[in-house]
């Protein structure tokens, strides 16, 4: 199975910045399409950000479009999220998962979540 932990969530101003990582374990992590979701109490799951298996196509969610960056590092059996310009509507817990379709399928693995809070 593939297993994926979170860091570098925390706590942050308005117009500050955080980087998410996801380290997965396995030898297969260049296999799948990694993704970043994110929840908030009384919301549904959201679909942030993904990248496909060899780093070259992104998609993003509207929300966060020119301000977050995915990115992979398949050496290192790593995904990232850079998050700038933050606002408080991006609190939420951020979780990293993996899908072995492309990134508008379902994801087969999941994270246990790290929060990131902004602060106003």
């Known amino acids: 199975q593939v297993q994926l932990v979170e860091s570098g969530g925390g706590l942050v101003q308005a117009g500050g910045s955080l980087r998410l990582s996801c380290a997965a374990s396995?030898?297969?992590?260049?296999?799948?399409?990694m993704g970043w979701f994110r929840q908030t109490p009384g919301k549904e799951r959201e679909f942030v950000a993904a990248?496909?298996?060899?780093?070259?196509?992104?998609y993003y969610a509207d929300s966060v479009k020119g301000r977050f960056t995915i990115s992979r590092d398949n050496a290192k059996n790593t995904v990232y999220l850079q998050m700038n310009s933050l606002k408080p509507e991006d609190t939420a817990v951020y979780y990293c998962?993996?899908?072995?379709?492309?990134?508008?399928?379902?994801?087969?693995?999941w994270g246990q979540g790290t929060q990131v809070t902004v602060s106003s």
């Open positions: 990248i496909s298996k060899s780093g070259g196509r992104t």
């Open positions: 998962a993996a899908a072995r379709g492309s990134w508008y399928e379902e994801y087969d693995y």
């Open positions: 396995g030898r297969t992590f260049s296999s799948y399409t």
